[in-house]
């Protein structure tokens, strides 16, 4: 179950994929700190905005009051997921971080994304 208590109940911090999106921007952010600066800032940078995102936007739509509005901002949340995937590739096709590196912070981004559609999918389908 996403929440300790169920889909509407609890606070953000009730929610493992929170606990998830931010230990993703932690390790985005370490890695970006770790690489060469001045060839690769703009790079990091978007990644390391797509990876922030994320919980940002789970936290947010905790707060919504509506399921249609907490359902927007965690779909926002998943394409910010995928976004930081694919500047992760993008970061390993340019040779900027180790294979191992991006292994493990693209296996963070999979466990996030598997964990958002969960939620996701909890919620019942959107409305029309």
Same mark, same amino acid.
């Given at each position: 179950?996403?929440? $300790?208590? %169920? ?5 953000? $911090? ?6 998830? /999106?931010?230990? +993703? /921007?932690?390790?985005? *952010? =370490?890695?970006?700190?770790?690489? =060469? /600066? ?7 940078? *978007? ?5 922030? !995102?994320?919980?940002?936007?789970? /936290?947010?739509?905790?707060? =919504? !009051?509506?399921?249609?509005? =907490? ?6 949340? +998943? %394409? !910010?997921?995928?976004?930081? *995937? ?5 970061? $390993?096709?340019?040779? +900027? ?6 292994? $493990? ?12 559609? !969960? ?10």
């Amino acid at each position: 179950m996403p929440y $300790r208590g %169920g889909v509407t109940s609890g606070t953000v $911090r009730d929610l493992r994929v929170w606990d998830a /999106a931010r230990l +993703l /921007a932690v390790e985005v *952010q =370490r890695a970006a700190t770790g690489a =060469r /600066a001045r060839e690769t800032a703009d790079l990091w940078a *978007q990644t390391r905005r797509a990876a922030e !995102s994320v919980g940002a936007n789970i /936290a947010e739509g905790c707060g =919504r !009051s509506t399921t249609p509005d =907490r359902r927007r901002f965690f779909v926002i949340a +998943l %394409g !910010s997921v995928r976004e930081t *995937q694919h500047h992760l590739r993008l970061c $390993r096709d340019y040779e +900027l971080i180790p294979e191992p590196q991006f292994l $493990r912070l693209v296996g963070l981004a999979g466990v996030t994304r598997r964990m958002l559609e !969960s939620l996701i999918a909890t919620m019942g389908p959107p409305e029309r």
